[in-house]
């Protein structure tokens, strides 16, 4: 058989993973404790064109869930996010997808260096 790469994730994390002839399902969970940029999950962009990402995130008793479709054409990242939920107030963090190094990168930017748990379920399709 021949060994492909995997897509990873960044930080601390637990993960499991459905793989499929078009692409995966996967999940993760992610800690962070700094305002800058988080890689919160990190794909080849040369194997996946698109991803749907559920994402949640927790800061303290502030929660926020947002949905992020991304698509790539191989050097620029299209998304949008819907469905923003966020209780009490928005804040939490804000989102964008980058290509850097070869990955399609879903990033997170939290709002303060307090604990902010990023848990995201994805799912990814094949070129």
């Known amino acids: 058989p021949q060994h492909k790469p995997m897509p990873y994730i960044v930080g601390n994390e637990t993960t499991s993973k459905l793989s499929m002839e078009n692409g995966l399902v996967q999940s993760a969970t992610v800690t962070t404790t700094s305002t800058g940029a988080a890689a919160l999950v990190s794909l080849t962009a040369s194997t996946y064109r ?18 992020i479709k991304v698509v790539h054409d191989g050097t620029n990242t299209y998304m949008t ?8 107030s928005v804040g939490i963090a804000t989102f964008s997808t980058d290509i850097n190094s ?10 303060s260096s307090d604990s902010t748990v990023f848990k995201i379920i994805f799912s990814a399709i094949k070129s």
């Open 81 to 88: 996010e819907f469905g923003n939920v966020n209780q009490p």
């Open 102 to 111: 070869g990955d399609l990168r879903l990033l997170g930017f939290p709002s």
């Open 50 to 67: 698109s991803v749907d990402y559920q994402v949640q995130a927790v800061k303290g008793s502030s929660y926020n869930t947002s949905l």
